[in-house]
């Protein structure tokens, strides 16, 4: 069954933006409109999200994870280790994101098979991942 068709004029420099735009993602013409509308969308759902105590929570999560690598920097114990996964293991129920990264390196740390650098690099993706579920549901 064919669909109805609607026509949408734009002046030429309009036309020429939507083009180059549709070049530069690969997308035809008839496909691009709706891209952009979709993500224009997705980006309020963004800015929305700022508003929201969701991301107030979030930040908090992430701070409370960085206060909590870096008390382990200074202090590598049983005692501060275990904390640090009780944290983990808050942030993947709350979340439900993929800790195990973090969760490794931080034992790994521990055992020292992972220097600060990869420790901070593990903790700066988990808040990624966060904010990731947080702003854009991913």
Request: glycine letters at 0%; aromatic letters at 8%.
């Amino acid at each position: 069954m064919r669909q109805k068709r609607k026509h949408v004029a734009l002046v030429e420099s309009e036309w020429q933006k939507l083009q180059n735009f549709a070049e530069k993602q690969g997308l035809p013409m008839t496909k691009t409109i709706s891209f952009l509308i979709d993500n224009a969308e997705k980006m309020q759902d963004v800015r929305r999200a700022f508003y929201d105590s969701r991301v107030d929570i979030a930040l908090w999560y992430c701070e409370k994870l960085a206060f909590s690598i870096q008390a382990l920097k200074m202090n590598k114990s049983k005692e501060q280790l275990q904390r640090v996964l009780k944290l983990l293991e808050q942030v993947r129920k709350r979340y439900r994101i993929d800790i195990s990264l973090l969760h490794d390196v931080v034992n790994a740390f521990m055992a020292e098979n992972a220097n600060i650098v990869v420790l901070n690099e593990a903790l700066k993706e988990t808040m990624k991942m966060i904010l990731r579920k947080v702003m854009l549901n991913e």
